[in-house]
T-cell receptor
Framework: NAGVTQTPKFQVLKTGQSMTLQCAQDMNHEYMSWYRQDPGMGLRLIHY???????DQGEVPNGYNVSRSTTEDFPLRLLSAAPSQTSVYFCASSYFATGYEQYFGPGTRLTVT | QQQVKQSPQSLIVQKGGISIINCAYE??????FPWYQQFPGKGPALLIA?????SEKKEGRFTISFNKSAKQFSLHIMDSQPGDSATYFCAATYGGATNKLIFGTGTLLAVQP
């Protein structure tokens, strides 16, 4: 099993550009989520999904879009990148219920200039 | 609004010493409290977790102490080793049909040889 994979590892964008961060898991997990990690702020939930076709907002959803067309994939779209979106982004997956371990991907470091 | 407050922000411990990281929460709907460990350049990984019906859980050198009345929980690392140097995050999840993690702000632990 590859677990949770994320691409790209690093990305530099100019303000106003759009891009998609890819996330895939091969553990047949129903629950997938996106977090951003910023110094001194821990990890904050952006969007999450409890299954194919179902998504919902987390704490900091503005400027991001998600879709879940398959169980395996959960891409995160930046619609018009802003410097405030400079961060490290982590995708995670787990079985759908509280108490199950969440498995995190290796992260994508995004810089918006 | 920080729902899970974590302290200290950073911690330096001598090899063989005890590392203690504290967290406090407000929302009594939280019913699962995991700790995640993150090494530089990696995603967080589950270290140990506890439910509020238990006051203590031990796994090897790692112990969670939980005080439900005070709404506090802490991680104790006994016989700390240089390999334990990492960032530690406490977290909490809501009960019911979700696995949304609310993270603390993290503690950077350095264990000196």
């Amino acid at each position: 099993n590859a677990g949770v994979t994320q691409t790209p590892k690093f990305q530099v964008l100019k303000t106003g550009q759009s891009m998609t961060l890819q996330c895939a898991q091969d553990m047949n997990h129903e629950y997938m989520s996106w977090y951003r990690q910023d110094p001194g702020m821990g990890l904050r939930l952006i969007h999450y999904s409890v299954g194919a076709g179902i998504t919902d907002q987390g704490e900091v959803p503005n400027g991001y879009n998600v879709s879940r067309s398959t169980t395996e994939d959960f891409p995160l779209r930046l619609l018009s990148a802003a410097p405030s979106q400079t961060s490290v982004y982590f995708c995670a997956s787990s079985y759908f219920a509280t108490g199950y371990e969440q498995y995190f991907g290796p992260g994508t470091r995004l810089t918006v200039t | 609004q920080q729902q899970v407050k974590q302290s200290p922000q950073s911690l330096i411990v001598q090899k063989g010493g005890i590392s203690i990281i504290n967290c406090a929460y407000e929302n009594t709907a939280f019913d699962y409290f995991p700790w995640y460990q993150q090494f530089p350049g990696k995603g967080p990984a589950l270290l140990i977790a506890i439910r509020p019906d238990v006051s203590e859980k031990k796994e090897g050198r790692f112990t969670i102490s939980f005080n439900k009345s005070a709404k506090q929980f802490s991680l104790h690392i006994m016989d700390s080793q240089p390999g334990d140097s990492a960032t530690y995050f406490c977290a909490a999840t809501y009960g019911g049909a979700t696995n949304k993690l609310i993270f603390g702000t993290g503690t950077l632990l350095a264990v000196q040889p």
